[in-house]
Nanobody
């Protein structure tokens, strides 16, 4: 059973960089054809796909966030990370990491609340 767990600060100040890490257990982030994604849900809004890092290490970003987003991985720790720069209160959300195989998001983390203070 694959499990994902987000970790990182719950409070970030405006203009700073938000950094979160997703630790994966029960499976490898280099497993072929898996994409490891970051998704967020602002209060009262729907899910927003932010970006992903593929099993190969290639990265993909939402066009609306691309200029501020970076996703990296540490294969030795089986972790992947999100860095979102120049945050504003509009970046307040529950942040999820999830794995995607084909068209299916098959495993999700429990989500972590991040609040950006002004």
């Amino acid at each position: 059973q694959v499990q994902l767990q987000e970790s990182g600060p719950g409070l970030v100040k405006s203009s700073q960089t938000l950094s979160l890490t997703c630790t994966v257990s029960g499976g490898s982030i280099t497993t072929n054809y898996y994409y490891w994604t970051w998704i967020r849900q602002p209060p009262g809004k729907g899910l927003q796909w932010m970006g992903a890092i593929a099993y190969s290490g290639s990265t993909y970003y939402s066009p609306s966030l691309k200029s501020r987003t970076s996703i990296s991985r540490d294969t030795s720790k089986n972790q992947f990370s999100l860095h979102l720069s120049s945050v504003t209160p509009e970046d307040t959300a529950v942040y999820y990491c999830a794995s995607k195989y084909g068209l299916v998001y098959d495993y999700w983390g429990q989500g972590t609340q991040v609040t950006v203070s002004s």
